[in-house]
């Protein structure tokens, strides 16, 4: 889909229009869904719903329908990060931690969620945004409200500590 | 389920309801699947639906009201998964397996044209048609 095409389907959306709100929803579950798995671990699907409901309740006040992709990731990031958090205060019981739903060696997605959960919600999101999703330092530090200083130390204290687990 | 609740709360106008339905997945889609025979078959404001034209998951459709009033919507169908859009209101249905033998089904409808002050009407439509097709799916 071209860019006009993309800008119009999202105008579209906002003037309510069922059909342009489902192509939307097509587009952005998976979206929301790849920030949210990694950052939130076994609450991504839960992380996931509720940003795509915030994506979609707020989407009237969007003003630029190109900005549509970043503010969706800064809701499914913050979304993400705030789930990850409650979750730490209530650590699920044995036995209920669904495997990591990912394609290839299910050893191998069950080493990466260990050491994923090991490191902190917040260490989680400025790995994902800063070398999953490609964002600068600049625009992970925006997206997570937070000064550059502080991307910085948590971005090398986060990569020390996933090369330290994985290597243990 | 997910995808239909979030765009249910992007249309603050839409009443969205779900229930399970204790009959299989396959036999539950088919009512909407089979949309000309199997909607009117539930939804109580349909009497009757003609496709006008299909080009993949996208539908053309003109349905008759039970008084006779016509009305064109544009849809999209998939398995467990149905958005329509006519030019006076909106209806949404999703399905998802849940369990053996069991459907869970969730169904908005609404009219941006009639607004929020509606939704209690789209309410009590949307649970009797809820009910209607879990005695048909059920029973068959």
């Not at chain 1, 509720?50 to 913050?78: H, M």
């Not at chain 2, 209101?89 to 033998?101: F, L, V």
């Not at chain 2, 509606?118 to 949307?126: E, G, I, K, Q």
Request: hydrophobic share 45%; aromatic share 6%; charged share 30%.
């Amino acid at each position: 889909m071209s860019a006009e095409a993309e800008e119009e389907l999202v105008r579209n959306a906002q003037r309510g229009d069922a059909l342009a709100l489902a192509a939307l929803v097509d587009r952005l579950a998976p979206f929301v869904g790849r920030i949210c798995g990694p950052i939130a671990l076994e609450h991504g699907e839960d992380a996931a719903q509720e940003a795509l409901i915030a994506v979609l309740r707020d989407l009237s006040t969007l003003r630029e329908p190109r900005a549509l992709y970043g503010w969706a990731r800064r809701i499914a990031a913050r979304e993400a990060v705030r789930h990850a958090r409650a979750a730490r205060r209530s650590p699920p019981l044995a036995g209920e931690r669904p495997e990591l739903p990912a394609p290839g060696d299910p050893a191998l997605a069950r080493d990466v969620r260990s050491v994923l959960e090991a490191l902190s919600p917040e260490q989680r999101a400025i790995l994902m945004l800063r070398d999953l999703e490609g964002l600068s330092e600049q625009e992970a530090a925006a997206l997570l409200e937070v000064e550059l200083g502080t991307v910085k130390s948590r971005l090398s204290r986060a990569r020390s500590a996933f090369k330290r687990r994985w290597s243990s | 389920m997910a995808r239909l609740r979030a765009l249910a709360a992007s249309m603050p106008w839409v009443s969205l309801e779900e229930t399970v339905i204790e009959a299989p997945f396959a036999r539950v889609w088919s009512y909407i699947d089979d949309m000309e025979r199997g909607v009117p078959q539930f939804e109580g404001n349909v009497r009757r639906i003609e496709i006008l034209a299909r080009d993949g998951d996208r539908l053309r459709l003109r349905s008759f009201a039970p008084g006779g009033f016509a009305m064109k919507l544009d849809a999209v169908l998939r398995p467990g998964w149905c958005v329509m859009r006519g030019a006076f209101g909106e209806i949404g249905m999703a399905a998802a397996p849940a369990g053996p033998g069991a459907t869970r089904f969730a169904h908005f409808e609404g009219s941006r044209w009639l607004g929020r002050a509606a939704r209690p009407l789209f309410r009590y439509f949307v649970q009797r048609d809820l009910a209607r097709l879990a005695a048909l799916a059920e029973r068959a």
